[in-house]
Structures are given as C-alpha cells and as structure tokens.
C-alpha cells in the first residue's frame, strides 16, 4: 500500500512538469508580457523605461530558456513569489484563502455525498412504488433548474423576506457558519438530484445480483440487505462516479465563492484571470493539478478498502 | 402427521409486456422428511420458479405468486407475514443455487457470510457462530477452514464457493433444502463429489431435499421420487424407480430415451424436436401436444388430466385417461414420426 502510493506520487512528477510546461506555452500564446506590464502599471501612458523596470521587477526581461527553467523549478518547490497584479506575495494569499475555500467546498462534498447516498438508498428501499417516483420526479426537477436561480432565489428568500442574516461576505472562527452555511447549501442542492438518480441506478444494478438473493435466502431483512449487502457493492461505481465530479466541484465553489463573496481561493482566481496576473494564475493551476492528482490517490486507496478483489500494487 | 412440506395447486405468474406468463402454473408435489424429490425438465419449464416460489424469492415486481398453498409441518407459508416468512429462510428451509460464481458477496469474507447466515436466526451468539463456522467449513471439505474464513469469494475455486454456500445452507441445520441445480456449473468430477456431500448431510441431519436439475443421470443417484416438468406443470410424478422404468408421458420418455443406455449402444441418441414454448404463450390443451410424437386431434382441443384413471401415478396425457373416447391403444406406435412445424403464433410471439 505505501509503496504503492509512493510510486503513484513519483508518476505525479512528470505530470507536474507537463502541467507547468502548459501553462507556460499557454500564456505566451495568449499575451506578451509588454502588454501586460502595459496593464498592469498603473499609469496611463507609461513610459519604455516603465515598462522596462516593471518587467525586469517581475522576471519577464530575462531570455525565454531561462524564465522557462525558473518557472518550472519555483513551481516544483513551491516558490511562486509576488502577484504580477498587485506585487502581494502569492503564498500569504493562498494561505489566506485557503481556509474559507477548503470549508466551503469540503462541507458541500461531504454534505452533498452523504444527502444523495441517504436519499439513493431511501428511494432504492421503496422501489417501484409512489415514494420511489415521487423521488425520482423531485430529482429531475433539482436537476432542471439551474443553478444561478437557487442561488438568487436563496439569497431572496432568506436576506430579503426572512432577514436572516447576511447573503455575502465571510468571517473568520464560529460566526463563520452564517456565511458558509447558504452557499453550502446551494452547492449541495445543485449536485443533489443528478447523484441522487445515479445512485439510485447503481444500488437497483446490486439488488439484481445473485448474491442478494444468497443473503434473503439466509434470512437477512430487507434493510440490511440494502444497508449492507447492496451498498457496500454499490459503493464501487459510486467512487467512480464521485471522482469524476471533483473537477466540476472545483469549478463550482468558484462560482459560489464569487456569488457570496467568500474570500477564497476562487475568488482570488477569477480576479487574477481578470487582471491577466499570469504568476497567480500559473500557481492556482498548478495546486489545482495537484489537488486531482490527490483525489485520484485517495480514489484507489478508497476502491481498496471498499472491494477486496483490488489490490494496490 | 403431514408431509414436511406438501405443495398444492402452485402458481407462480409475472407481467411481461408480452402479458402474464404462467411460470409455474398449478404444481403440486410433497417432500417427505429425509427423502429427496427431483424436479426435472428442460430451460424454461419453470422448475427453478417454483423452487424460488417456495421461499418467495420470485424477483418482484413482475413475479407474483397467482395462488395455491405451500404447506410446511402443515402451516400455509404464503399466509405468513414478510418478518415470519424471513425467519423461516435460512433457518427451516435453506437453499443453494446454482450459480457459486456470483452467489456469494463479492464484498464480504467468507467467515462474514457464514456467521452471518448463523447470528441471523438467533441460534448463535458470535463467538460460538464463529466456532462452528470452522467447523461447518471443515465438514464441507474445505483444506484449511480457520484461512478460507478470512478469505473472500473470488479467492476460492468454484467447487469451493459451492461448498460454502453448502455450509451456509446448513449452518442451521434445515429441515427441508431446496438444491437449485447444485452442480451445473461445476466439474464432472467435482459434481460427483457435491452431490456425495449432500447426500450424507442429508443423511446425518435428516433432512427433506428438493433438488432442481435437468440432469437425469443425478436423479437416478440421489433421489426416491421424481417430478417431471413441462411448460410450468408436472406432467409425471412419481418413484423415481418406477418412472426410470417406465416413463409414460410421451415427454418424459423422450427425456429416457435421449439418455445414453448400453442397449443402444452404437445408435444415435435420441433426441426431442423443438424447444419450450414461451410461457406467454403455452398451448390451450395439452402443452406438450406440438411437439408429441403420439398426438391426435383431441390432444389440441381438451386439457388432459393430471391424474387419469388408467396410471397409478400423474401422467398428464389423454392416453391414460378412458374417457377419451378415440386415444389409440397405448402399446402403438407413434402416430406422426416428424413433429409438425412450429405454431407460427407461438413463434412469432418469442
């Protein structure tokens, strides 16, 4: 097990090293760093020699074998340096913004996993009658609105009529619960229907199996069949299904960061993508690989421990 | 004192889109305690239905038990509630499958399962259902059970998934077990040795057996009386010596005679035209009547009895039955040597 996680971190190095290498080629292609010193000073009309003491501040000045050798070696131990944008340096930002974004999309992954495994198995427990389509008719409705009109919806609802408390903004220790609290919900919501049919599919796939029937035959009950026998298989295919949507779940604590204005990491993102601040954006893409290349690990370790036929090796 | 379990007038029907199929359509048959009864026939006859309707286990929603009654030591099991009736699986009645491969959880150890099998019904506290499980294991002939506990399904060969699901099966020492073609899916020589194993369980535990095959050559070894199937009803029941000697509805001798047999030695094996009709579509009469060799006019237009006066035992033909006035003498030969070409209805609707 630990060599073989190991050995999946060493794969992740040449990744690392094409990611880096993407990022690099791909801002070249899409701006010169004279445009950007352009945009980035704050003077109107600067000057060439502005412009020239801003580059040679950020490392632009340099030939492009070196700023590529640089780029790549502070990426790999982590030496992002100072924002392009604002001269902030990077890490006390990510340090910053990683609490709020790490609550906010964490509560909305486990929150969401936990409610559409809960809600798959209750409809998969009273299959084929009117609960089960009851369900299933609630599902396709969370799935057809779109997520944009839960969140103004929300806001509506609980800022406007219901004076609950702030729609936006964010605060640090216990009191943040009410800032985090509408934005998880949302994010759990606009996931929930979808997972919830999916999972759904996947027990009802189970129950169908040769070794359910094994299990009634003995006499087990029909809930610890479902609770027991039946999930445990269907939890394979729900693994699967989940680390497919880890991406999708980046991409949208973003959109819930920026609607609520919680200052995390996605925030501080979408602003660097904004202002084209490159160092910002190279290091957000870059931790961003490396938290998927997390997840897939985390991924296999789970298969392990949930199906005795995988082994890690 | 009643049979151990005395099955009357089963059916067993599911929705299809094709309309009801009558699976299992008016059985009756009785297992006496420490005697085993085979049910045989061909795919599709619907035996391994009335053994899953037993423990009503038919696959819902579509399956659904039409009526009858399945008397067990003389209570009705389909007057028992869901909670009774799953008190009475795994623990008075058992059963095995016939597919080892898939019918044990993937997921889950071996000891999981069998204790599991043995806390369920309340006979065992875990530390003595652990203990016994080893011991079950060892019985059933596993090399080392204290390793094969801890091991999970697909470490273990087929033959040695069926002996766990044996040793589940017993683990509470039924009354009545239900072998649902037990062996088909092993080898010949590991076959022998299952149905050995069986047979002595059978014998130290008294129990009844109900054991579903196709398999002639089984029956033969294991089983006092036999029930042949044909399209969801028995069409011959009784010893199973008597039937091995003298198979009188034309199906099941034509099952006899597609067995190998030293007399005919050289010759082709006989074999019978055509295959199961869709149990949508079951013949109005006598089901068999499409593809007899002994068939005549009456046999499309009236129901033969299950029981005619002319057999001491159930033969579901009109040549047993003297109020068909024009059945030819039974000792003829076959009246039409090629079964006619398939009802193109019943051919349409498969």
């Not at chain 1, 427990?125 to 779109?146: A, N, P």
């Not at chain 2, 299992?24 to 305690?33: I, L």
């Not at chain 2, 099991?77 to 909670?83: G, K, M, R, V």
């Not at chain 2, 020492?173 to 072998?179: D, R, T, Y």
Request: aromatic share 8%.
């Amino acid at each position: 097990m630990l060599r073989y996680v190991l050995r999946r971190i060493l794969y992740a190095v040449p990744i690392l090293v094409g990611v880096a290498l993407l990022t690099f080629v791909l801002f070249y292609a899409s701006a010169s760093p004279q445009s950007l010193a352009r945009r980035n000073l704050s003077t109107r009309n600067p000057t060439q020699e502005q412009i020239q003491q801003w580059l040679k501040d950020h490392g632009y000045d340099k030939p492009l074998s070196v700023q590529f050798k640089n780029h790549v070696t502070g990426l790999l131990v982590f030496r992002f340096g100072k924002s392009d944008a604002t001269g902030e340096p990077i890490w006390n930002r990510i340090k910053q913004g990683a609490g709020p974004s790490g609550l906010v999309a964490s509560l909305v992954f486990l929150t969401g996993l936990t409610a559409a495994i809960s809600f798959a198995v209750a409809v998969a427990y009273f299959r084929g009658t009117y609960v089960d389509y009851f369900g299933t008719f609630l599902c396709v409705l969370l799935m057809s609105i779109v997520f944009i009109v839960y969140v103004i919806g929300l806001q509506y609802l609980l800022g406007k009529i219901l004076k609950y408390g702030p729609i936006a903004g964010f605060q640090t220790g216990i009191a943040a619960w009410k800032f985090v609290l509408l934005p998880v919900v949302i994010g759990v919501l606009a996931g929930l229907g979808s997972e919830t049919r999916l999972f759904r599919t996947f027990l009802l796939d189970e129950i169908n199996q040769d070794y359910v029937r094994t299990a009634r035959a003995k006499g087990v009950g029909e809930r610890a069949v479902l609770l027991r026998h039946v999930l445990k298989n269907a939890l394979i295919p729900i693994i699967t299904s989940t680390v497919a949507a880890i991406p999708a779940l980046i991409l949208g604590s973003l959109v819930l960061e920026n609607f609520f204005g919680i200052p995390g990491l996605g925030s501080y993102l979408i602003d660097a993508i904004n202002s084209q601040d490159f160092a910002v954006v190279r290091a957000m893409v870059y931790l961003g690989s490396i938290l998927y290349i997390v997840g897939l690990i985390l991924t296999d370790i789970a298969y392990a421990l949930v199906d005795p036929r995988v082994r890690l090796e | 004192m009643p049979p151990l379990l005395q099955v009357e007038n089963l059916r067993t029907y599911f929705h299809t889109p094709r309309g009801i199929a009558k699976a299992v359509d008016g059985v009756s048959f009785q297992v006496e305690q420490g005697k085993t009864l085979a049910i045989v026939g061909e795919s599709g006859c619907g035996k391994s239905i009335t053994a899953l309707s037993l423990l009503q286990l038919v696959p819902e929603p579509a399956g659904y038990i039409e009526g009858g009654r399945i008397l067990f030591e003389g209570r009705d099991l389909l007057d028992l509630t869901w909670d009774q009736m799953r008190r009475v699986r795994g623990d008075d009645i058992a059963m095995i499958f016939q597919e080892p491969m898939t019918s044990l959880n993937p997921t889950f150890t071996i000891g999981y399962q069998l204790v599991e099998a043995m806390t369920m019904h309340g006979k065992f506290t875990g530390a003595q259902a652990r203990q016994r499980a080893k011991d079950l294991l060892a019985r059933v002939g596993l090399q080392d059970p204290a390793q094969a506990l801890r091991q999970y399904p697909h470490e273990l060969s087929g033959g040695m998934r069926q002996r766990v699901m044996i040793a589940i099966a017993l683990s509470n020492e039924p009354k009545l077990l239900i072998a649902d073609e037990p062996t088909t899916a092993l080898d010949v020589t590991v076959q022998a040795q299952i149905l050995a194993l069986i047979r002595d369980l059978q014998r130290e535990q008294n129990m009844g057996v109900l054991l579903i095959t196709h398999d002639l050559g089984i029956v033969a070894e294991t089983s006092e009386e036999v029930a042949v199937m044909y399209a969801g009803q028995i069409v011959e029941y009784g010893p199973t010596s008597a039937i091995f000697h003298e198979p009188r509805h034309p199906y099941a001798r034509g099952l006899f005679a597609s067995l190998p047999a030293r007399g005919r030695r050289g010759q082709d094996l006989a074999t019978l035209e055509g295959i199961v009709p869709p149990p949508t579509a079951w013949p109005p009469a006598c089901r068999f009547e499409p593809r007899c060799a002994y068939r005549w006019d009456t046999c499309a237009q009236v129901p033969p009895k299950y029981h005619p006066a002319d057999s001491d035992r159930p033969v579901r033909c009109h040549l047993y039955d003297p109020e068909i006035a024009d059945r030819p003498a039974r000792g003829a030969a076959p009246i039409a040597k090629e079964p006619v070409a398939p009802d193109p209805t019943v051919e349409a609707a498969r």
